[in-house]
Structures are given as structure tokens and as C-alpha cells.
């Protein structure tokens, strides 16, 4: 990448807010829809995506969401937690 790409792209990102950044980064991390089945067991993606949307929440004074979304993270890095069943397959009894 040259130098001038590289300022370019600095100086966008020194337009952007710290919560618009924050905001980017956890629409980059989420899992998309597309890849649930994929990733909704895979437990770096799934705390890299409650970390992300803890720092949103914790940019915009909201504590208590954000402890949750840690919680949540830690949860899946200690493996006290796990995915849930498809909410698309429904129930089958």
C-alpha cells in the first residue's frame, strides 16, 4: 500500500466518530445470517462479536449492556456457555 493510500485512508477513518467506528467494527464482526450454521459454534467468532457490541454500548454509557455483552464473551471463551438450537428449525415435538 503507498504512503498516500495509506494517509487517505487515515484521514477518513479521523473523520469518523469513536462510536461510528466502534459501530463499524461490530458490523464487521457480526455473523451474518449467511454464516450462523457455520459460525454459531465457533467461540472466537462469537465472543470477537459480544466484545464488539460490548465497546458500542460501553461508547454510549450503557454499563449494563455492555457487562452483558462481556459477560457473554467470557462465557464463550470459558466455554460455560454454548449456541442455542437453530431458532429456523424450530420445534419438532
Sequence with gaps: MSQSTQL???SQ???????????ALMERLSISPNDWHRLK?????????????ALVFLLKNQPTEALARLEQASGWLDRS???????SHGDKG
Design 8 to 10: 487517505s485512508k487515515t
Design 13 to 23: 477513518l479521523d473523520e469518523l466518530s469513536t462510536i461510528e467506528l466502534a459501530q
Design 41 to 53: 459454534s465457533n467461540r472466537n467468532s462469537r465472543a470477537t462479536e459480544q466484545a464488539a457490541a
Design 81 to 87: 456457555i454454548s449456541a442455542p438450537p437453530c431458532p
